[in-house]
């Protein structure tokens, strides 16, 4: 079992930047991939971006790629995504997942591959 607990959203203005946090605990995230989604109202659930926890590699919606960057702390257990330029758009509810990579790595933007996920984090962008 692996607990997530994501903060750091919040209101900012268009053009800001915002860093969440995901925390991680229950078990070794070794052979994890952990990533951020998000989920607009109204809308369905869409993969920002994904990170293998042994190796680094990273994977990125293309509308994201360049604005958004994502990172880990192995020593913290704590997954990092790093938000600049924010538009409007990038209004959701950002979610912290993890799944086994074995499971994970075949298509990382999957959502439905990821088994465990956090409660989430607003983000607001205010035009």
């Known amino acids: 079992q692996v607990q997530l607990v994501e903060s750091g959203g919040g209101l900012v203005q268009a053009g800001g930047s915002l860093r969440l946090s995901c925390a991680a605990s229950?078990?070794?995230?070794?052979?994890?991939?952990m990533g951020w989604f998000r989920q607009a109202p109204g809308k369905e659930r869409e993969f920002v971006a994904s990170i293998r926890w042994t190796t680094g590699n990273t994977y990125y919606a293309d509308s994201m790629k360049g604005r958004f960057t994502i990172s880990r702390d192995n020593a913290k257990n704590t997954l990092y995504l790093q938000m600049n330029s924010l538009k409007p758009e990038d209004t959701a509810v950002y979610y912290c997942?993890?799944?086994?990579?074995?499971?994970?790595?075949?298509?990382?933007?999957?959502?439905?591959?990821?088994?465990?996920w956090g409660q989430g984090t607003p983000v607001t962008v205010s035009s």
């Open positions: 997942a993890a799944g086994n990579g074995l499971v994970v790595l075949p298509a990382p933007r999957e959502r439905v591959r990821y088994a465990y």
């Open positions: 229950g078990r070794t995230l070794s052979d994890y991939v």
